[in-house]
């Protein structure tokens, strides 16, 4: 499996918000491209090609896209913090509790890391039926799974690709887990991604609990 290395490696925050409560999504990309990729262009192409599409056809109007972080992790001088261009979800109706989420699995291609997994919040109680999601839904859903798989076109740098990263660990002389850099951690790209048509729960990517 490769290591990053020298690669930029860039971690894609979106936040987003309804009534009282925070919720956070977080994005992996790799550039293998001799130029750099800027972070504002990789929020915007992550916000054009992934985020527009998938508020406008997936999430309840009431939910609201308020910022994207990108950082690459791999370089001190290359990050921004601006607010979304996305906004408000597409769709109206009556929402479900805000910690009910749909669930993605992002895919490996090889096993030396875990899946991926996404769950995307701001869910509508039309879409679902019991524990499941209707079939026009888990449709829609499928086609916002698929977006999770392209690359990202970066203009006069090429495409960023979208990776599971598997973060690598020294134990110290105390026996303590220390985390590498990310020039030594795991990348996998994603083969695939599917969508569950099952609900799920938004718990752990609330943002009062995220450290």
């Not at 896209?65 to 990050?79: L, M, P, R, S």
């Not at 499941?132 to 799974?145: D, E, G, I, K, N």
């Amino acid at each position: 499996m490769p290591v990053v290395g020298e690669l930029g490696l860039y971690q894609i925050i979106d936040f987003q918000q309804i009534g009282p409560s925070g919720m956070i999504n977080v994005y992996w990309y790799l550039n293998v491209n001799p130029s750099k990729a800027s972070a504002s262009a990789v929020a915007t192409a992550f916000e054009g090609v992934v985020l527009t599409p998938l508020a406008t056809t997936i999430q309840w109007s009431n939910i609201i896209h308020t910022e994207i972080e990108v950082d690459e992790v791999t370089a001190n001088d290359n990050f921004v913090t601006q607010a979304s261009t996305v906004g408000a979800g597409g769709l109206t109706g009556s929402g479900l509790p805000n910690w009910v989420a749909a669930s993605i699995q992002l895919n490996r291609t090889t096993k030396e890391t875990r899946n991926g997994r996404k769950r995307i919040a701001g869910m509508l109680e039309e879409n679902s039926t019991q524990n499941a999601w209707t079939p026009s839904f888990q449709s829609a859903l499928q086609a916002v799974a698929d977006l999770m798989v392209l690359d990202l076109p970066i203009p006069a740098v090429g495409d960023v690709f979208p990776v599971i990263v598997g973060k690598t660990y020294t134990i110290d002389i105390e026996g303590k887990k220390i985390e590498n850099p990310p020039a030594e951690w795991l990348w996998n790209p994603i083969k695939t991604a599917t969508a569950s048509n099952l609900l799920t729960t938004q718990g752990t990517r609330k943002l009062r609990i995220i450290t």
